[in-house]
């Protein structure tokens, strides 16, 4: 399976835009780039996915870089209520089976 | 809204009990699905159903069983508690035809003393 690598933390400032990388140098031509984040006391909630084109939902947008080694989520504006582990997960579609969850990004954010 | 739910928030056993975990969507979704969250290893897959009396185990089935005699409701079974088995127990619902976006329940956190 194609591996993720994602920042253990980061932090950011209230009200700032945020970019939460994550690198995907295995990546094979079907796969899908996923984010979830996880909020404290929660389970996880879908965040965004895209292929190859730059997406943009009510949540968040994701960029992903013409070669697709890499991908990152920005929060444009972000909130207490955004402090949470982000995780970045590749998979096929259609896809069986999980998500396969790594360790993510704590984001903290200061008001 | 899809409301996924989970019959406990906490729950507490001994070992050797057979305990059962329940959860239940309401959005009619083909597939469920049963994850324990650990510190340090992530989400891991137990179990997940494609339909009602479907079954395929995931990474890590040893010690567990499930049920799926309806279409909303997935059980998953510890036959025999044991300590190693702490641990946060997620649920999980999608549809096939957006299986790009799986729901969860808030989890079970389960301690066997």
């Known amino acids: 399976d194609a591996k993720t690598t994602q920042p253990n933390s980061m932090e950011s400032n209230e009200e700032e835009p945020v970019h939460l990388p994550c690198n995907h140098s295995t990546i094979s031509g079907t796969d899908y780039i996923h984010w979830y984040r996880q909020l404290p006391s929660q389970g996880p909630e879908y965040v965004i996915h895209g292929l190859t084109s730059n997406v943009n939902n009510r949540m968040a947008s994701l960029a992903i870089a013409e070669d697709r080694k890499s991908s990152t989520l920005i929060l444009h504006r972000a909130t207490l209520r955004d402090a949470a582990v982000y995780y970045c997960i ?3 579609h ?10 993510g990004t704590r984001l903290t954010v200061k008001p | 809204d899809v409301k996924v739910t989970q019959s406990s928030r906490y729950l507490v056993k001994r070992t050797g009990e057979k305990v059962f975990l329940e959860c239940v969507q309401d959005m009619d979704h083909e597939n469920m699905f049963w994850y324990r969250q650990d510190p340090g290893l992530g989400l891991r897959l137990i179990y997940f159903s494609y339909d009602v009396k479907m079954k395929e185990k995931g ?3 040893e010690g567990y069983s499930v049920s799926r005699e309806k279409k909303e409701r997935f059980s998953l079974i510890l036959e025999s508690a044991s300590t190693n ?8 619902s999608n549809h096939p035809s957006s299986d790009y976006e799986q729901y969860f329940g808030p989890g079970t956190r389960l301690t066997v003393t």
């Open chain 1, 90 to 92: 590749l998979r096929a």
């Open chain 2, 85 to 92: 088995q702490t641990s946060m127990y997620l649920c999980a």
């Open chain 1, 94 to 103: 259609p896809g069986l089976g999980d998500m396969r969850f790594g360790a």
């Open chain 2, 59 to 61: 990474d890590i089935p």
